[in-house]
DNA sequence: AAAACGGGGGC
DNA sequence: GCCCCAGTTTT
């Protein structure tokens, strides 16, 4: 029987596809990656002026996180710490505070902890070598590629999940993007086709188009796309197929209980560890598991207390979940231990205490 | 190779 | 409710 199918009328209208192997068709994409870059890029605050001191602090900032969220905070850190000795001279909880929101609390922590070495050992600088970017505290290879291309024109890929979406569906790979053999495969193969002028815009317009045309979620723009014509892919009608990405697994569930502790018109806080997750910031005293109100004197160590239940709250990370119930708790004295007893407003200001206490910050006037 | 590490936006 | 994001570090 005939194959009539829109999909097979499609593909007679299409220019017949050229025999390309893999690096000849990343080769291809030069052309109309350059082309279309140069007059598709999006205005963004870290492009206006892409010296190494913001490309980096962009970079990190944009590591797992959307464009849209990182531009408020981009503007006030640049304003605030100008330049890598300002960075280095800032007290942790106030570099903490500029970070309060973005997430990852242990990139700004390897910010400050590079630009001191930075100012140690070289010269206040940022290396201009994609193997010495490579050794610093924060800066992995996608990093150490997006400044050394994009600040110093250094030929050097920048493999991210863009490029990695981008480039897989270009090549018609069906390999698991996930993998780091894959990505440490296909950083190889962009190596050797990378143009020696054009280093920063053949970077970017591939992460650009994946931001804008071969989109994360939902289908690709590919009407807009100026490598259609090399897509595998989209040729080929697999699209729906790749990137290929394994299946992540549960969340592990964490029962806590927080704990306002009140007294004489402040409230305790206290600073996390200084490792794992919330690293250094402060939080509400709090337990793993789910206490009874009259459990509660017993772990605080006190006799006598005016407690009332709070809403139960749940805040999902990544990896965990954590199921929390809250008590308010007023005292008559201080309790002895590592807490602050900062009133409503201080803590507001001048504390960093992450989203997943928001429930319970709110409480406080 | 897998797990840890945030928070927000899209659907 | 699930997926994903201009990834890196530790286990």
């Known amino acids: 029987m005939d194959s ?15 025999e390309l192997d893999t690096k000849e068709r990343l080769k291809a994409m030069e052309r109309p990656l350059l082309t279309w870059y140069s007059k598709h890029a999006r205005a963004l605050p870290w492009r206006d002026r892409p010296d190494p001191y913001r490309v980096w602090i962009s970079e990190i900032m944009l590591q797992q996180t959307r464009v849209e969220a990182v531009k408020p905070y981009y503007e006030r850190f640049i304003g605030d710490l100008p330049g890598i000795r300002e960075l280095a001279a800032v007290p942790e909880d106030r570099l903490l505070k500029l970070w309060e929101g973005l997430g990852y609390y242990t990139r700004a922590k390897n910010l400050k902890k590079t630009a001191e070495l930075l100012v140690e050992q070289y010269g206040g600088e940022l290396p201009a070598s994609y193997e010495e970017l490579k050794k610093l505290p924060g800066i992995g290879s996608y990093t150490a590629g997006a400044i050394a291309s994009i600040a110093y024109g250094i030929p050097v890929p920048a493999v991210d999940g863009n490029v990695l979406r981008v480039v897989s569906r270009v090549t018609g790979s069906r390999e698991d993007i996930l993998k780091q053999s ?157 807490y602050l007893w900062v009133t409503g407003t201080d803590l507001k200001k001048n504390y960093s205490l992450p989203g997943a206490f928001k429930a319970y910050t709110k409480l406080i006037r």
């Open 182 to 338: 894959v990505k440490t495969r296909m950083e190889e193969e962009l190596k050797a086709v990378m143009p020696e002028e054009a280093a920063s815009s053949y970077n970017q317009g591939l992460i650009e188009i994946g931001a804008i045309v071969c989109v994360p979620n939902g289908p690709p723009l590919c009407s807009q796309c100026p490598l259609a014509s090399l897509c595998v892919a989209r040729i080929k009608g697999l699209i729906g197929e790749i990137p290929v990405k394994t299946p992540k697994k549960n969340r592990k569930i964490v029962d806590i209980t927080v704990m306002l502790l009140w007294q004489n018109g402040r409230i305790a806080i206290r600073k996390r560890e200084d490792t794992g997750l919330l690293a250094s910031l402060y939080e509400f005293p709090n337990v793993e598991g789910h206490l009874k109100e009259e459990e509660i004197p017993a772990r605080l160590g006190v006799e006598e207390a005016v407690i009332a239940p709070l809403p139960a709250a749940k805040h999902v990370f990544s990896h965990v979940e954590w199921h929390m119930t809250g008590f308010w708790v007023e005292l008559e004295e201080p309790l002895h231990g590592d």
């Open 4 to 18: 009539h199918s829109l999909y097979d009328k499609l593909q007679v209208l299409e220019p017949r596809e050229k």
